[in-house]
């Protein structure tokens, strides 16, 4: 559970990522699901594994991909944002932000250009953000990359930067969640999650957490896997994962950054029926890392590292303790 930048990375896995990037279109049919496999690849790392573990997951996990279309227009500055949800423009979404990257350092090109981006987040389940905290905890480059140009082609979304933008609620955290449970309808769960975020952004009252301090946050992420623990719905997981990687991107995002991210995850809760939840009651679950490392779903994986990572943070074993009893049953 250490933290590895790219250069604590073993060379073979930097240069399976960036042929896997290269190679992969960001979705992949029936449904436009996103390509899990470098972030469940970095998860893996977090969790303990070693490329014996690492490359046969990667090797099965791609099968069910699809090629990247070539690029089909070069990118410049001034450009790029013509591209802004446009599938077809990833190829050249990648080549543009690695010469950003190249020329200036990842960190000025993420806050660069992440305020921009930031307001899609939740769009595709939070996956493009997922993907660009996982290259920017892991500081890789190629996958930093691979997040900005997925983020792009996702579109931001004028919408919530609008809602964003109203006066904030005088809830934070678990109570600021709890208070969607009013607003609830049952057509705001029903169907894909991009369906049920569309429903929620353009019917629900929404408006902003009351502050934006840190404490904040880890009130939010608190929240959320409270949500996750009492339901353990597949989009509570994201919840939680997407939780994660906001607090990772945050301090490049912007100054209306925190609005953003408090209106997302109440979006995601009505979009999951805005479920009753409580404080987690004291667990007394663990899961050896050798059972972690059985782990072959690409989500069980990524809740693992998440709520691994957490627990490190917030000193608070109750992270990895809600992880142990989702995934126990997975494993046994």
């Not at 490359?55 to 070069?74: E, G, I």
């Not at 769009?123 to 190629?142: K, Q």
């Not at 995850?265 to 979009?271: D, G």
Request: net charge negative.
């Amino acid at each position: 559970m250490v933290k590895m930048s790219r250069s604590m990375l073993p060379e073979p896995l930097i240069r399976l990522l960036r042929q896997h990037r290269d190679a992969f279109a960001p979705r992949y049919p029936p449904n436009g699901n996103s390509d899990h496999g470098p972030m469940a690849c970095l998860a893996l790392v977090g969790i303990g594994a070693g490329m014996d573990d690492i490359a046969p997951f990667a090797a099965a996990y791609r099968v069910k991909l699809v090629p990247m279309a070539a690029a089909d227009s070069v990118l410049s500055v001034d450009t790029w944002e013509h591209h802004l949800g446009k599938a077809a423009s990833y190829a050249g979404l990648l080549s543009f932000f690695d010469a950003q990257i190249a020329a200036q350092g990842w960190p000025a090109t993420v806050a660069r250009f992440l305020p921009r981006l930031i307001s899609g987040w939740v769009r595709d389940a939070f996956h493009p953000l997922i993907r660009l905290g996982y290259g920017i905890e892991f500081e890789v480059p190629s996958e930093i990359a691979a997040g900005l140009a997925y983020l792009t082609v996702a579109g931001d979304d004028p919408a919530l930067a609008r809602l964003a933008r109203a006066t904030p609620m005088a809830q934070g955290g678990g109570d600021y969640l709890a208070s969607w449970q009013a607003h609830r309808q049952p057509a705001y769960s029903q169907g894909r999650f991009g369906t049920r975020y569309a429903l929620v952004v353009d019917h629900a009252p929404l408006r902003p957490a009351s502050n934006d301090t840190s404490e904040a946050w880890r009130a939010l992420c608190d929240a959320s896997l409270q949500v996750f623990h009492a339901t353990h719905d597949f989009f509570a997981l994201h919840m939680v994962t997407a939780s994660h990687a906001w607090r990772v991107c945050a301090p490049y995002a912007g100054d209306e950054a925190p609005a953003i991210g408090s209106i997302g995850l109440a979006t995601a809760y009505l979009a999951i029926g805005a479920p009753h939840f409580a404080p987690v009651s004291e667990l007394q679950v663990s899961l050896p890392l050798a059972d972690l490392l059985r782990a072959t779903d690409e989500h069980d994986i990524k809740i693992a590292h998440s709520c691994l990572v957490q627990t490190r943070t917030f000193a608070d074993p109750t992270y990895a303790s809600v992880a142990a009893a989702y995934l126990a049953p997975h494993l046994a």
